[in-house]
């Protein structure tokens, strides 16, 4: 007889399809995490009157909206039809959602960045009579941008749940919380690398507690999968990745508190905070794509669920039937 | 938006009106006379004018060199060969499956000692996109580019698919991808080629089975129901579909054909049932297919609600930052 765990696949061929996504797709997950992150940082200082911080996110946040943009049009199969993507709104589909989360967030910030632009040039954009209206606009402007700052950070975590692929799919109840950790200390880190000690703190604060999330948050998600839907999290490229992300932040996390107030310090822990989150976000995307690659990622789950519901008595609702 | 998960009627659930609605269309695959000729394969990819696939390698597959379904192959004719100990395990595994949730009292129990267990069989199976009721697929695409039809099937438009591939990977039976050129680079080297490659059309979107959508507006069968001569691959209304199968797979019971079991005609299950249901004689993995599919929606609302509080989180994390952070 055939034991409980050994299955017969055929010719080991994988069951689902790993989605055609290339490394801009994890490149995205870290700089849209570094962009919500910044936006929060950025409208913390404009409420608290921390000048250059607020300014620097605000940069911060621009850079790596714009180049996440680029990454996922890139990354499309149909680039040129990129604008579709807002020609409906769907709630089920994470991707329509963060679409349009994208898009607002860079509507704000936007005017926000133009208003540091200008400042910066000393008033010399061609603004002429909206000077005025983009000064009064960008206080309101960044604040809106905040409001879609949390919610960029964390819809990446449900687009890569709500799929089919066995790892991805098993962390659904936990990953938003490693990631929104993870945009924290990323986006804390780019600022302890842009701005001076002085105007620092929150950064520093921020990085803490977004290490203490991130380290926390990866070790419940695991400890609550599959057992087998986890390994990829452990094993080759992505196990390596994730080992080093937790080291980098620790040691990110250590810098900061010992030496955040020093200069060069600061800005080696913040260097090490944005390689951890990179290294995150990488991390778990090949442990997805690793998962679909053997069916055993796929059936080994699925047959021990079934299992368990039959065994508590459930008979009804297994797509295999006898009649 | 329609239902998530459950029992329901997908096309009602898509929001069309009563005078567009025609009673559900859906396939019954029956493995148990499928003879493996692959003129299903042939006959899908002539009428949706598909493609080649790869380089025509053999795989060593059995008789299965398609491999799989994919952007271009829309019909796939599984092989299976298997011996004495694997046919009487998977008659054992079904009647496990029959036991399950009988009635302990009413009817006497049917005789299904079973027959003499053949010494070799070969599974062949025609494998198509199911249809579900529902479609991760199709609740996952962004762009509005799939969409349910009056027939209550799931079509993806590719003049408006932008190519994500969020569907990819949002289908549990891996059934859509995108399509690239469609060959293996191996085509183009010399002494390698095997015929030319003719120019792929739609590349860089998402495709699959239309169940013949264009077909079926003008009240014809499918190309691969039309073309199957040994009627292992039905057309119908899915209601019609789901009761000729559970007839079919009690005949076979009767048979002491106990390894006969049903997939995807519980409406029950976590995809809602499928609009393509078929009959197996054996675990649906050994077929390739999944043995337990959820569609990724029906935890969405899971998914949002921790994301909410993961985001309320940060936000509370920035706060205190600013509060503390000196």
Known sequence: MVPEAEFTSYYDKPIVKAPPWGHEIPAYLFLGGVAGGSGLLAAGAQLTGRAVLRRNARLSAMAAIGLGGVALVADLGKPSRFYNMLRTFKVTSPMSVGSWILTAYAGGLTVAVGAEVDRMSGSRLPLGPLRPVLRALEGPAGLEAAVFAAPLAGYTAVLLADTAVPTWNATHRDLPFVFVSSASLASAGLAMVTTPVGEAGPARALAVLGVIGDVAAMRLMERRMDPVAAEPLHHGQAGTMLRWSERLALAGAVGTVVGGRRRPLAVLSGLALLGASALTRFGVFEAGIHSTKDPRYVVEPQRRRLAARRAAGETSDSITTAR | ?326
Request: net charge negative.
């Open chain 2, 1 to 326: 938006m329609g239902q998530l998960s459950g029992p329901t009627d997908p096309t009602a659930d898509a929001a069309w009106t009563p005078e567009h609605t025609h009673p559900r269309k859906g396939f019954f695959t029956d493995t148990s006379i499928c003879i493996g000729c692959k003129a299903c394969e042939v006959a899908c990819k002539e009428w949706n004018q598909n493609p080649r696939d790869g380089d025509l390698e053999l795989t060593g597959m059995s008789y299965d060199n398609t491999v799989s379904l994919g952007a271009s192959t829309w019909r796939h004719v599984a092989f299976v060969e298997q011996g004495r100990e694997q046919i009487a395990a998977a008659r054992t595994s079904g009647q496990a499956l029959v036991s399950l949730g009988m009635p302990t009292i009413g009817a006497p129990a049917p005789d299904l000692s079973p027959p003499e267990t053949p010494e070799f069989r070969w599974l062949m199976a025609s494998d198509v996109c199911k249809h579900c009721t529902h479609a991760g697929c199709l609740d996952v695409c962004p762009t509005g580019a799939l969409f349910r039809t009056e027939f209550g099937t799931v079509v993806i438009q590719p003049d408006v698919c932008n190519g994500c591939g969020t569907c990819v990977a949002g289908c549990p039976f891996g059934v859509v991808e995108r399509r690239s050129d469609g060959t293996a680079a191996p085509t183009y080297r010399e002494g390698h080629r095997k015929g030319e490659q003719p120019p792929v059309p739609k590349r860089g979107v998402a495709q699959k089975c239309t169940l013949c959508y264009d077909r079926l507006v003008d009240d014809e069968t499918p190309a691969c129901a039309q073309t199957c001569p040994t009627t292992s691959i039905k057309f119908g209304d899915h209601a019609t579909m789901v009761e000729t199968a559970r007839e079919r797979v009690a005949e076979l019971h009767a048979q002491g054909m106990t390894e006969a079991r049903l997939y995807g005609a519980n409406e029950l299950d976590g995809v809602g049932g499928t609009g393509a249901v078929f009959l197996l004689l054996d675990e649906p993995e050994v077929y390739g297919l999944p043995p337990d599919p959820r569609v990724c929606t029906a935890d969405l609302m899971t998914m949002y609600k921790r994301a909410g509080v993961a985001m309320a989180g940060m936000v509370a994390a920035a706060a205190v930052a600013f509060w503390r952070g000196r």
